[in-house]
T-cell receptor, first 114, second 114 residues
């Protein structure tokens, strides 16, 4: 398996623009997680899905953030409108419900909002 | 106060040294403890996984958990330049339901010098 695939790897945008980050989880995995990583706050869980259904979105910072999982092989995290303080690395991770609680991470999307 | 505390470093050691990385936590419900390694510009990858208190060894790596003190450690023996990375501790209460959520430390940056 190719692992968790995220796109784009880098995104530079201007304040006020809409940003869409994409994630393809590992095939067969039932859970999908979106994280944000910054130097100050570390790795923060934004939202997670189980079988395509959002379970916990308590980490989503504001209404400007939204996430969807239309099917088992694709998820998006959207920021509209974007602000400079949204600049961070965004990671997607997935896991199987079977066995250990091990999450497999993608390579991340580095977002810069100017 | 954060639920998981981790010294951000950076920690610089000579090749061959024994490295000790640590995290403290406040949530006594945590039962599963993990160490992730993150190379620059990459996603975190699982290094060690332990349940409850005790030690676990895997090659040059040893993970220790002391639940009574709410303290976990990762030891790296005979450290190599390839061990240079950021090490994140992570914890969860379980493996299902709310236990799916991992709480991460902010990470310790390690550099092993020749």
């Amino acid at each position: 398996d190719a692992g968790v695939i995220q796109s784009p790897r880098h995104e530079v945008t201007e304040m006020g623009q809409e940003v869409t980050l994409r994630c393809k989880p590992i095939s067969g995995h039932d859970y999908l997680f979106w994280y944000r990583q910054t130097m100050m706050r570390g790795l923060e869980l934004l939202i997670y899905f189980n079988n395509n259904v959002p379970i916990d979105d308590s980490g989503m910072p504001e209404d400007r953030f939204s996430a969807k999982m239309p099917n088992a092989s694709f998820s998006t995290l959207k920021i509209q409108p974007s602000e400079p303080r949204d600049s961070a690395v965004y990671f997607c991770a997935s896991r199987s419900y079977r066995g250990k609680n091990i999450q497999y991470f993608g390579a991340g999307t580095r977002l810069s909002v100017l | 106060q954060k639920e998981v505390e981790q010294d951000p470093g950076p920690l610089s050691v000579p090749e061959g040294a024994i490295v000790s990385l640590n995290c403290t936590y406040s949530n006594s419900a945590f039962q599963y403890f993990m160490w992730y390694r993150q190379y620059s510009r990459k996603g975190p990858e699982l290094l060690m996984y332990t349940y409850s208190s005790g030690n676990k060894e895997d090659g040059r790596f040893t993970a220790q958990v002391d639940k009574s003190s709410k303290y976990i450690s990762l030891f790296i023996r005979d450290s190599q330049p390839s061990d240079s990375a950021t090490y994140l501790c992570a914890m969860s209460e379980g493996v299902t339901g709310g236990g799916n959520k991992l709480t991460f430390g902010t990470g310790t940056q390690l550099k092993v010098e020749l």
